[in-house]
């Protein structure tokens, strides 16, 4: 149980689009969802902590403009990497918080923004 | 904010031989501290962790130690195998609120 499904695995989007990943709890109610981002060979970094129904709250040094977090169902919350630049190419990885157990992964997003 | 700092950032053992990672945390409230092994392009996997009302937790040939007075946790593999070659991350946070992770930790068991 517990399962987070995250899509889109990898994409490559041209610099200036936009590029929207969800990330969608299957057998349980996600009431809070959190954001990393990974560089090839670094920790996972939180961007923002997202709560059903409420503004996602950024760390501090993430554009809250260029990375739209929307967490509008219990099930279904997504980010979306406007303007993409080549500084925007990473993995990123969502993360619910499971009541009574502790958290469960997103399988990842990499983006590469060419 | 909570600050997690982890040693160290390489570590290189003898299959059979084991593997200690530490790490230190800043927030004294914190209570909950997981491991995570992450393999290269996947989603972190957990393999242990501990809250802060135990001091030691087993599982197998896994093991984790807290001491809340120092602030610091580590992670105890024993009998290490080629398999248990990722890397490793160590993780804390306040019931289960924003969760931080260490700098991580490349584990390498040579065979």
């Known amino acids: 149980g517990a399962v987070v499904s995250q899509h889109p695995s990898w994409v490559i989007c041209k610099s200036g689009t936009s590029v929207k990943i969800e990330c969608r709890s299957l057998d349980f109610q996600a009431t809070t969802m959190f954001w990393y981002r990974q560089f090839p060979k670094q920790s996972l970094m939180l961007m923002a902590t997202s709560n059903e129904g409420s503004k996602a709250t950024y760390e501090q040094g993430v554009e809250k403009d260029k990375f739209l977090i929307n967490h509008a169902s219990l099930t279904l919350s997504t980010l979306t990497v406007t303007s993409a630049h080549p500084e925007d190419s990473s993995f990123y990885i969502c993360s619910a918080r499971v009541q009574g157990y502790g958290y469960t992964f997103g399988s990842g997003t990499r983006l590469t923004v060419v | 904010g909570e600050n997690v700092e982890q040693h160290p950032s390489t570590l290189s053992v003898q299959e059979g031989d084991s593997a200690v990672i530490k790490c230190t945390y800043s927030d004294s409230a914190s209570n909950y501290f997981p491991w995570y092994k992450q393999e290269l392009g996947k989603r972190p996997q957990l393999i242990i962790d501990?809250?802060?009302?135990?001091g030691e937790k087993k599982d197998q040939r896994i093991a984790v130690t807290l001491n809340k007075t120092a602030k610091h946790f580590s992670l105890h593999i024993t009998e290490t195998q080629p398999e248990d070659s990722a890397v490793y991350f160590c993780a804390a946070s306040i019931l289960l609120n924003d969760m931080r992770f260490g700098a991580g930790t490349r584990l390498t068991v040579k065979p």
């Open positions: 501990i809250r802060s009302n135990v």
